[in-house]
């Protein structure tokens, strides 16, 4: 997992600078600062063919289930990327890596997980959907109808939020009520409020893995609250600017 986190920053890094260079297009929104979030889950689970639903920071969880030159290669847009450059940094998909999708669209992404664990549950198989989201989904209305519906159905499904304090631009304590955004409104579904500290990997890790067995068990849903921290904003007017300075 150590490897993993250095082997992400290292990457997003690279990312960044390729942004300011203008060669990865449109936004891109960085994970730096929650490395340990996608080694403890993801990685520390890639063998036990999870389905894994995202949003927009998505390129780490990719990077961890295996697909790895295709991501760099569809940020900059290439014809190998994943989505041979038509999708970028926000619709990275990979079935053949159990990454069943990221999506643009805030909070659009936890009701399609809960398809794909109807689907697992419906099939009898033993695949459990990791559904990541941040801070900024949780005053969705979609956030609530997937936490009813998962619940209502027992669904093999880990609602796992990132909790990085900044809804892209705004601070979430502004504008929730409640001092856990995820966590707080998980007893309103007869959900335990599960709160870790998502900058370490090992804990991380546990947490997860109790989550997971959980769902195997036909225990239903989980909802995980991961308190870490972004240390970079979202680009996007960057690349603009230098795109009309050159």
């Keep these: 997992m150590y490897r993993s986190q250095v082997a992400l920053r290292r990457f997003e890094q690279r990312a960044y600078d390729l942004f300011l260079e203008n060669y990865v297009k449109g936004t891109s929104h960085l994970s730096i600062g929650q490395e340990a979030i996608a080694a403890g889950v993801a990685g520390g689970h890639a063998s036990d063919g999870l389905d894994v639903r995202h949003l927009p920071r998505s ?8 697909a790895d030159d295709p991501v760099f290669a569809e940020l900059m847009g290439r014809s190998n990327g994943l989505m041979a450059g038509k999708g970028g940094s926000m619709h990275l998909t990979s079935v053949e890596h159990g990454v069943m999708g990221s999506y643009a669209i805030i909070g659009a992404h936890l009701p399609i997980a809960c398809g794909a664990a109807w689907s697992a549950q419906y099939r009898g198989t033993d695949q459990v959907a990791v559904c990541f989201f941040g801070d900024g989904s949780v005053n969705i209305g979609a956030f609530h109808e997937a936490l009813n519906f998962a619940a209502i159905w027992k669904l093999p499904v880990i609602f796992f939020c990132e909790n990085n304090l900044w809804m892209e631009y705004t601070r979430t304590s502004e504008v929730t009520a409640v001092a856990n955004p995820a966590a707080d409104r998980a007893s309103a579904y007869g959900l335990e409020s599960i709160i870790v500290d998502g900058n370490d990997a090992d804990a991380v ?26 240390q970079r904003g979202t680009l996007a007017g960057r690349s603009r600017q230098i795109s009309s300075r050159r």
């Design 205 to 230: 890790y546990e947490v997860a893995s109790l989550a997971i067995a959980r769902a195997r068990a036909g225990e239903g849903p989980s909802m995980i609250e991961a308190k870490t921290y972004r």
């Design 59 to 66: 390129r780490t969880y990719a990077r961890t289930r295996g």
